[in-house]
T-cell receptor
């Protein structure tokens, strides 16, 4: 169990460019979450997948944002036409939903990708 | 919607002091409650959790009790160490889904 990994760890881009982040969850975890954290604030939920299905998207996720998890393993988060307000830490977490319905699983977080839009 | 309110920081204590970080929540149902910790340069780590009223979560000397009547989940430690310096986040989750976090409390422990 190597933990959740994210790539890249840091990204600097110019306003208007597209960026893509990758998250590799803990193997065999069926749920994968994306959060965004701005300086001095707690993480805010963006979206999550159960296997390859995207089950919920936050209103924070504008149409410039798209997330995929094509094979139910790794996930990508793409931001198109970046804006300075997109500068933040993007966090990925994974969990394994219990077989007994309603069991609260623990989310394990990756180190995050810090994005700076100039 | 659901929300979490944490004691504002930063908090600075001397080593071996008693720590309390307050956390209250608003939820429509019966959430599970969590404390996560973020050490400098590292990702979020689960510190402890409680899934129902009156449950006490504990880990590494930290404790928090799920108080439904006061909608609170305060974090306590009897004797803090320099190595406890970090940012602490209270969070809730309903229905085994997304986490809703508080704004975080930065804790600094001086030797």
């Amino acid at each position: 169990d190597t933990g959740v990994s994210q790539d890249p760890r840091h990204k600097i881009t110019k306003r208007g460019q597209n960026v893509t982040f990758r998250c590799d969850p803990i193997s065999e975890h069926n749920r994968l979450y994306w959060y965004r954290q701005t300086l001095g604030q707690g993480p805010e939920f963006l979206t999550y997948f159960q296997n390859e299905a995207q089950l919920e998207k936050s209103r924070l996720l504008s149409d410039r944002f798209s997330a995929e998890r094509p094979k139910g393993s790794f996930s990508t988060l793409e931001i198109q036409r970046t804006e300075q307000g997109d500068s933040a830490m993007y966090l990925c977490a994974s969990s394994s939903l219990g077989t007994s319905g309603g069991q609260q699983e623990t989310q394990y977080f990756g180190p995050g990708t810090r994005l700076l839009v100039l | 919607g659901d929300s979490v309110t944490q004691m504002e920081g930063p908090v600075t204590l001397s080593e071996e002091a008693f720590l309390t970080i307050n956390c209250t929540y608003t939820a429509t149902g019966y959430p599970s409650l969590f404390w996560y910790v973020q050490y400098p340069g590292e990702g979020l780590q689960l510190l402890l959790k409680a899934t129902k009223a009156d449950d006490k979560g504990s880990n590494k000397g930290f404790e928090a009790t799920y108080r439904k009547e006061t909608t609170s989940f305060h974090l306590e430690k009897g004797s803090v160490q320099v190595s406890d310096s970090a940012v602490y986040f209270c969070a809730l989750s309903e229905g085994a889904q997304k986490l809703v976090f508080g704004q975080g409390t930065r804790l600094t422990i001086n030797p």
